[in-house]
């Protein structure tokens, strides 16, 4: 069983920077593939960032390229989303989410354990 519990997340103006973090418990940490996804309210939870079990292999939604950045500590067991030059459009709830092996994958149900979710605002 994995736990996962995000944090970061708040209200923002345009072109603010958050980082978003998400403590994982359990041993497996390292040999799980983790994504962050977005929800905002009326519409589909999407990818925005995902990052292989070693760290070394990344894949960025394409509104989110060059802004925001994935990035892992195994010795923390904690994911985090950088995200700057942030627009009213990226508000949404972040979810973060452990994948079943350590490959980046790209489909949802491939994630067998997820957080609760922090909102982020971002006003204009």
């Known amino acids: 069983q994995v736990q996962l519990v995000e944090s970061g997340g708040g209200l923002v103006q345009a072109g603010d920077s958050l980082r978003l973090s998400c403590a994982a418990s359990?041993?497996?940490?390292?040999?799980?593939?983790m994504g962050w996804f977005r929800q905002a309210p009326g519409k589909e939870r999407d990818l925005v960032a995902a990052?292989?079990?070693?760290?070394?292999?990344?894949y960025y939604g394409d509104s989110m390229k060059g802004r925001f950045t994935i990035s892992r500590d195994n010795a923390k067991n904690t994911v985090y989303l950088q995200m700057n030059s942030l627009k009213p459009e990226d508000t949404a709830v972040y979810y973060c989410?452990?994948?079943?092996?350590?490959?980046?994958?790209?489909?949802?149900?491939?994630?067998?354990?997820w957080g609760q979710g922090t909102q982020v605002t971002v006003s204009s």
């Open positions: 990052i292989s079990g070693s760290g070394t292999s990344t």
């Open positions: 989410a452990a994948g079943r092996t350590s490959l980046v994958v790209l489909v949802m149900t491939l994630y067998d354990y």
């Open positions: 359990g041993p497996t940490f390292s040999s799980r593939a």
